[in-house]
């Protein structure tokens, strides 16, 4: 299990380490191109269930920790998934690889526009 430490006050996310590489090579490549955009994500019934949203922007700290030493293999079909959401006016929203994959497939409805 990771963390995403985001803002001034240090807020730290604890988000699963492929879960995490994944969310991070998007939140960078958007990051990098100067965009800022929302993030959201579900709690888990340990953290009272419901779901966060964050404003990400390029000016606001942010940092990837990972609990694992090893370089996580990247699924692409996740990542463009994860970037289409992130692109679209919902923002960035963590969904699961399994999710991606089954959208790509058409099995599911895709990320909102």
Known sequence: MGNLTYGPAAKVIAIDDRDLAHLQVVMLAKLRRGEAFAFSWDRSADFGS???TLW????TYV?????GSKK???NRTWVDALMKRANSS??????????AEAANRG?????PA
């Open 63 to 67: 940092e990837f920790n990972f609990f």
């Open 50 to 52: 419901g779901h966060n």
């Open 107 to 111: 099995l599911v409805a895709p990320a």
């Open 90 to 99: 919902a923002g960035l929203e963590l969904i699961s690889e399994v999710d």
């Open 72 to 74: 996580i293999p990247l």
């Open 56 to 59: 990400i922007h390029p000016s």
